[in-house]
């Protein structure tokens, strides 16, 4: 029962500092997607997996890179931190993304960059 | 830029009160969603209207649909202090991808 598991749940990284967020699901879902959240900006998706060897474009895509490395992972990797991607980073997944597509988020990954 | 847009964005009420929100979008959609967040955790899903559905019930929630307005309502009644969370709207684009939020409403349910 484990739903959408993510780690790290907390990381502090130096300006200019990589490191790949990790999300797996367990429910046998097709579609993936990362969100970052900020204060008083709701989330904003930066990237979508719709199928296992898919990946598109959110709305904040730059800076990032993600990866579907199976049908239960999806990675999002910053190659090099900057100060304005210290945020709140939510996993979610969805049974049929071209249907209801009705999200199952993971507990979120807070990332300050210095 | 975001589809929704929420409003109030902030709310207290009394305990045994309704509680309403509103949401307005910019686009088609197929679908409009709402989740709750409770501090410090992730969203939870709360309930879906599809664009061709008014009204739809689920429990103590109520959501009503406008799409010659581009404007949904949630309506809590018999609010609970447990109730006090973040609570977003969320719509589908009619490709179904994409699933854009709103800023949220933030509740607080005073006992």
């Known amino acids: 029962n484990a739903g959408v598991t993510q780690t790290p749940k907390f990381q502090v990284l130096k300006t200019g500092q990589s490191m790949t967020l990790q999300c797996a699901q367990d429910?046998?879902?097709?579609?993936m997607y990362w969100y970052r959240q900020d204060p008083g900006m709701g989330l904003r998706l930066i990237y979508y997996?719709?199928?296992?060897?898919?990946?598109d474009k959110g709305e904040v895509p730059n800076g990032y890179n993600v990866s579907r490395l199976n049908k239960r992972e999806f990675s999002l990797r910053l190659e090099s931190a900057a100060p304005s991607q210290t945020s709140v980073y939510f996993c979610a997944s969805s049974e049929d993304g071209s249907g209801a597509n009705v999200l199952t988020f993971g507990a979120g990954s807070r990332l300050t960059v210095l | 830029s975001q589809q929704g847009e929420e409003d109030p964005q902030a709310l207290s009420i009394q305990e045994g009160e309704n509680a309403t929100m509103n949401c307005s979008y910019k686009?088609?959609?197929?679908?409009l969603q709402w989740y709750r967040q409770n501090s410090g955790r992730g969203l939870v899903h709360l309930i879906l209207?599809?664009?061709?559905?008014r009204e739809k019930h689920s429990g103590r929630l109520r959501v009503t649909l406008d799409t010659s307005k581009k404007s949904s309502s949630l309506l809590i009644t018999a609010s609970r202090a447990a109730d006090t969370a973040s609570y977003f709207c969320?719509?589908?684009?009619?490709?179904?991808?994409?699933?854009?939020f709103g800023a949220g409403t933030r509740l607080f349910v005073k006992a």
């Open positions: 429910m046998n879902h097709n579609s």
């Open positions: 997996s719709a199928s296992e060897g898919t990946t």
């Open positions: 686009t088609s959609i197929n679908n």
């Open positions: 969320a719509t589908v684009n009619t490709g179904g991808f994409k699933t854009i």
């Open positions: 209207i599809r664009s061709n559905e």
